[in-house]
């Protein structure tokens, strides 16, 4: 996928946002496309995430005791905070929707 800076610009990033990214590839390598990429799917996996915990969430209100829907709840508030902090979501976001939009 080509990606350039004016293309990202347009799609919503901000200036400091694509520093970030420039900073990440000169630091690991690669190329702008599979940066976009890699966040892209980051994006799907947390999503993906969060649906599982939400419905298994739903199952414990409905099958189990409250008070331990009431602390696997709390466990995976938490869980999914710290995932969450493990990688850009905003950045991410954007990335899945550059990519969705972007037909290349």
Sequence with gaps: MKVTDE????SGFTQPELQKIKSNI???????GEAINDLA????TLAGVVAVC?????LLFVFSS?????AWGLAMFFGVAIMSFAQPPVISYKSWRYRKNTKD
Excluded: S
């Excluded at 939400?54 to 739903?58: H, K, M, R």
């Design 54 to 58: 939400t419905f298994t969430l739903l």
């Design 41 to 44: 799917r980051r994006f799907v």
């Design 7 to 10: 293309a990202l610009l347009r």
């Design 66 to 70: 409250p008070d331990r829907a009431a």
């Design 26 to 32: 000169d630091k690991y390598g690669g190329t702008p």
